[in-house]
């Protein structure tokens, strides 16, 4: 009887082993396709701020090439208001990668 025992205890101790492997793998998919999407996000909201970077250079040469001094360059509506989505973006974007980073702590 000690060896139906033994096989018995060692089939339920390998059951769950196998329980806690397949939990522990699924629970690691869901934090992979969490980070995936955040990956994406990341870069679309870096491409968001490449454009912008490059629409406020362009802005900033079409007001100098039209004669504009440096500090009504700065203050212009458009490039101010650019460089306020660009701080939003910024903010967004370390949002994103705090998120990412305690998702990988977790994990």
């Known amino acids: 009887m000690g060896m139906l025992q033994r096989l018995s205890h ?6 769950v082993t196998l329980r806690h492997g397949t ?3 699924a629970t690691r998919a869901l934090e992979e396709g969490e980070l995936l999407r955040y990956r994406l996000e990341l ?5 968001q701020l490449d454009d912008l970077h490059g629409d406020i250079g362009e802005r900033t ?3 100098h090439d039209r004669g504009e001094a440096a500090d009504r360059i700065l203050s212009d509506s ?3 208001r650019m460089m306020q989505q660009v701080r939003t973006l910024q903010d967004e974007r370390t ?13």
Do not use: F, P
């Open 10 to 15: 060692d089939l339920r101790a390998g059951w």
């Open 23 to 25: 939990a522990k793998a």
């Open 43 to 47: 870069r679309k909201v870096d491409q």
């Open 61 to 63: 040469i079409e007001l």
């Open 78 to 80: 458009e490039v101010t």
């Open 95 to 107: 949002k994103l990668l705090l998120e990412m980073n305690d998702i990988t702590v977790e994990g």
